[in-house]
């Protein structure tokens, strides 16, 4: 009988180096109060978000996977032509078919890659991100680039008085790679169907076949079905994350959870109890919710300032549209 | 068997931890919007709050008609 080879790959995985992108345009509440009532106290009290970037027409999600990408290519001392893989997290490349991935490797160089998109929402990126660990320790790529991207003002109902405010545009890109110790936790994640309407599009696209004068389909969403689900379902996710890692509140050295709100994540804190000495990404203020790219944006943030130190451990948990949950300890580049 | 009494006691420590409200501002007729400042996602925390100490299930379609205080003491009384 014939035996075929398995994979051998290597022991463990950790994250080389991140970047991100920031579209040019700063979008201020001043602004976003122009199609709403509302105000810059109101929001910034509701949200903690101060502004946020949206892209210009030149901006696409490909524009800013690439520069994302050969950021954090840089900062990990890695070629493109050593990718193996290009997993694209987004739910607004507005292209059914082909994947964003192939044309960002392309566009990278990376000639040796596999690449597809996932959809997981504001989960992408540790969705990505525990798919590239599997690949690196099972030996189908040496190195994969994750990144998370988004142009949610593309669907960003500027009418709408509950969300008009809270989405923002950009990416943010993580190399991971092969390690000799273990970078990146056993994952958390999982998903729940029974809210499949909890976040999503006014409408489905198919539906622009027979009713051609919708318009465009917007994001919408049950702010309190969300609020509720996100503050206090996630925080066994959260807790499950580190138990499997290993590694408990108080070694810390930094919490980056999907920036969907700061009432949301100060709820987390209150139920996770983390100690006052851990550093809380709030990216959210200067960038709005920018669902997969949110966590990279803010981890690239964290570092850059010196708020986050590299080489430290920090607990990320992404959660969103599906709704779908995603949370891992890792080791920061 | 919890008294209308002491739900609106346990509400009102619920609301002052929250959103810090005066515990005796917290009265059946107060509308939690106009009168206490509670926004929707204020009231979500009220809820999950109030759902531990009284043992009771507060479904998200229910949270919209709890407007005033009354509102809520009078649901967590007819589902505890």
């Avoid at chain 1, 190399?175 to 029974?194: E, K, N």
């Avoid at chain 1, 669902?291 to 986050?308: C, F, Q, T, V, Y």
């Amino acid at each position: 009988m014939v035996q075929i080879k398995s994979p051998v790959g290597a022991p463990h995985a950790r994250i080389l180096g991140v970047g991100g992108y920031r579209p040019s345009r700063v979008v201020t509440n001043e602004e976003i109060c122009q199609t709403i009532d509302s105000s810059d106290e109101w929001i910034r009290t509701r949200t903690g978000i101060e502004q946020r970037r949206w892209a210009t027409p030149d901006e696409t999600v490909g524009v800013m996977s690439v520069s994302a990408a050969g950021k954090a290519l840089a900062a990990a001392g890695v070629e493109a032509e050593q990718i193996g893989c290009v997993v694209i997290a987004t739910v607004t490349h507005l292209v059914q078919t082909p994947s964003l991935a192939t044309d960002v490797a392309h566009q990278l160089g990376a000639v040796n890659a596999v690449a597809f998109d996932i959809s997981a929402a504001c989960a992408g990126f540790c969705t990505g991100l525990a798919l590239a660990q599997d690949m690196i320790r099972g030996g189908s790529a040496e190195y994969v680039l994750v990144i998370g991207v988004e142009r949610l003002s593309d669907m960003t109902d500027l009418h709408d008085r509950s969300t008009a405010f809270i989405f923002g545009d950009g990416a943010g890109a993580a190399v991971v790679g092969p390690s000799q110790t273990p970078g990146i936790g056993p994952v958390a994640w999982g998903a729940d169907g029974s809210q499949y309407d909890a976040i999503g599009q006014t409408f489905s696209w198919d539906a622009l076949k027979t009713q051609p004068g919708l318009g465009f389909p917007m994001l919408r969403m049950a702010g309190q079905q969300v609020f509720r689900w996100a503050s206090y379902q996630m925080v066994p996710v959260a807790r499950q994350a580190m138990q499997r890692a290993g590694v408990s509140a108080d070694e810390l050295d930094a919490f980056i959870p999907h920036q969907a709100n700061n009432r949301i994540t100060d709820a987390m804190l209150k139920a996770l109890k983390l100690p006052a000495h851990v550093p809380v990404a709030r990216d959210i203020a200067k960038t709005g919710n920018t669902s997969a790219a949110s966590i990279p944006l803010a981890m690239e943030r964290m570092l850059e300032e010196g708020e986050a130190p590299h080489g430290g451990v920090a607990l990320l948990i992404g959660f969103g549209a599906g709704l779908v949950y995603a949370a891992q300890v890792v080791v920061l580049p | 068997m919890a008294t209308q009494e002491e739900v609106l006691e346990g509400l009102a420590k619920i609301v002052n931890e929250v959103a810090g409200i005066d515990e005796g501002d917290v009265q059946l007729d107060k509308s939690f919007t106009n009168d206490l400042d509670c926004d929707s996602l204020t009231m979500v925390e009220v809820v999950v709050a109030a759902e531990e100490k009284f043992d009771v299930k507060i479904p998200d379609d229910e949270v919209k008609n709890l407007n005033t205080v009354g509102d809520a003491v009078n649901f967590i009384l007819a589902n505890s």
